[in-house]
């Protein structure tokens, strides 16, 4: 007997959206091609799957007993199976197969791939803030998600650091060795999708056939090369200029964190043409903005009126709100920007001012011995104060801004 074929949510459109302008003129350079009729069905199917290894485990988890085995998750995510004697056989099933790194992985690439994650420096974390993150709220299934997950109480500015820090572990030197902090990080943030997924299904105003699963595979994709393939691929029009072995190597690092992450093969990036692809093609899918576009953009906007400078706080916040609106115009384009509800048209001053400094730093970084490494320490000093200057000294903890954790 067939199986039945899988459902398509409604809300998947009949045929691809609008996207960005800038990742529409990217797809154009990259010769990609929207997406032929078997895999646009293919993406709509995928908003209804989910992360089945780690659905498992946390229903496990939570029929035994989630106080009693999230700290031996824990302690086994921070020191290894091997530190616990008679782990229980759905732990072991699980990190059996997601601890030790995969054949596939070639550790010296990912290494290149954080050193050029490292380099972009401030501008590619403002590319992930005012674009890919920004940019994200068209998507009005993400801010489905995200206003019944009690995320946004806190607002979007620590949300966006708890992005950024997760980053920042993946990206740092050693990160994602054996244990590394950004292995750490992106199992505890495939745990906390697991049970946002679990916490949101279940809510009565929940509409699963027209929504379909939460924290799904299609937005995970999205996610995953927004967040790490757009910064670098939207940093070489800001001059932050990169060898194609580098492209290459962060696309390698990106398919291992998405495979850490729960992101299903076939989903994972192959290369960094292959990466643009999935972006251009989800993002297609997944633009459709509603009145939660304009409420969850407008306030992030205004964030940099909140940050934290040592000296002339008042003129410095103002010029940073410009600057990132700035950056969002110039990358996003009139007709995203009417959609956020920002202003139409903002004058593109911050991309020409770094333009010149970043292709100048870039060429020195190729050119020099030695230039990627000091370039990759600038640009993490750069990430850090950044980090500084949005949460001063308050917590960015992977997760410290959701309560499903405790409810689900």
């Known amino acids: 007997m067939n199986a039945p074929a899988p459902t398509v949510p409604a809300r998947h459109p009949a045929g691809p959206g609008a996207v ?6 990217l797809a154009t350079v990259l010769a990609i091609a929207k997406p032929t009729p078997e895999r646009w069905r293919k993406i709509g199917e995928d908003l209804t799957a989910g992360d089945e290894p780690m659905r498992r485990l946390v229903a496990w988890m939570s029929d035994t007993g989630a106080a009693e085995m999230r700290p031996l998750f824990e302690q086994i995510l921070a020191h290894g199976l091997a530190s616990v004697p008679d782990v229980p056989a759905p732990l072991r099933e699980f990190f059996g197969e ?7 992985v070639d550790l010296a690439r990912v290494r290149r791939g954080q050193r050029a994650l490292r380099r972009g420096g401030a501008d590619g974390t403002y590319i992930a803030r005012d674009v890919s993150f920004l940019g994200g709220y068209q998507f009005s299934s993400f801010n489905k998600t995200l206003l019944r997950t009690g995320v946004l109480e806190k607002g979007s500015n620590k949300r966006f650091a708890e992005t950024l820090q997760w980053a920042l572990d993946v990206s740092a030197e050693g990160g994602l060795e054996p244990l590394g902090v950004g292995y750490q990080a992106t199992i505890r943030v495939r745990l906390i999708h697991e049970y946002v997924r679990r ?9 699963g056939d027209e929504w379909g699963l939460p924290v799904n595979q299609t937005d995970m994709a ?3 090369v927004g967040a790490l393939i757009a910064p670098p691929a939207g940093g070489l029009a800001l001059g932050i200029v990169m060898s194609p072995s580098e492209l290459e ?4 690092l990106t398919r291992y964190v998405g495979w850490l992450m729960g992101v299903r093969d076939d989903w994972l990036p192959s290369s960094f043409r292959d990466g ?21 953009a407008a306030p992030m906007a205004d964030d940099p009126l909140e940050w934290q400078f040592r000296a002339m706080a008042g003129l410095r916040r103002r010029i940073a709100r410009a600057q990132h609106l700035s950056l969002t115009s110039s990358f996003l384009g009139p007709r995203t920007m009417r959609k956020l509800g ?7 001053w911050y991309p020409l001012l770094r333009l010149p400094v970043n292709l100048a ?7 020099l011995p030695g230039g990627l490494d000091r370039a990759a320490r600038r640009g993490r000093r750069e990430q850090e104060a950044f980090m500084r200057t949005m949460m001063g000294a308050a917590d960015a903890t992977i997760g410290a801004s959701a309560h499903v954790m405790a409810v689900a």
């Not at 997601?98 to 596939?104: A, H, Q, S």
């Not at 916490?199 to 509409?207: E, K, M």
Request: hydrophobic share 50%; proline share 11%.
């Open 98 to 104: 997601f601890e030790p790194i995969p054949d596939w």
């Open 222 to 224: 999205a996610t995953l």
């Open 199 to 207: 916490h949101v299904a279940a809510l009565p105003d929940w509409r």
């Open 342 to 348: 920002l202003p139409v048209f903002v004058l593109p």
């Open 249 to 252: 190597d962060i696309a390698h």
């Open 361 to 367: 730093r870039s060429a020195a970084a190729l050119a």
């Open 20 to 25: 960005p302008v800038s990742i529409r003129a």
């Open 276 to 296: 643009i692809r999935i972006l251009y093609q989800t993002l297609g899918a997944l633009s459709a903005p509603d009145e939660t576009t304009k409420q969850l």
